[in-house]
């Protein structure tokens, strides 16, 4: 199993910026791939950014250029972070890390809430 504990949401003016982290601890090990999402009020979660063990990452159109996803390791957890800059009232929402394993095992995290005031 896998614990994901995620801090750092807040309310921020659009133009700001935040950082968003997620320590993952428990079997750190079996993570092939860790992932933010986000669900705004009425709509569906969505993918905001991934990054793979090898360090890859990918990111949704939306967030490109502005938002920055990066992780670091150490022997009991990973920690991965968000970096969100140029924010605009349309990132809005509540933020949940994602951690994915072998055999389609996913674990989520309890969310963190975002908000951008114009």
């Known amino acids: 199993q896998v614990q994901l504990v995620e801090s750092g949401g807040g309310l921020v003016q659009a133009g700001g910026s935040l950082r968003l982290s997620c320590a993952a601890s428990?079997?750190?090990?079996?993570?092939?791939?860790m992932a933010w999402y986000r669900q705004a009020p009425g709509k569906q979660r969505e993918l905001v950014a991934t990054?793979?063990?090898?360090?890859?990452?990918?990111?949704a159109d939306s967030v490109k250029g502005r938002f920055t996803i990066t992780i670091s390791r150490d022997n009991a957890k990973n920690t991965v972070y968000l970096q969100m800059s140029s924010l605009k009232p349309e990132d809005t929402a509540v933020y949940y890390c994602n951690a994915r394993l072998a055999w389609a095992r996913s674990y989520w995290g309890q969310g963190t809430q975002v908000t951008v005031s114009s």
């Open positions: 428990g079997s750190i090990l079996d993570i092939n791939t």
């Open positions: 990054i793979t063990s090898g360090g890859s990452s990918n990111y």
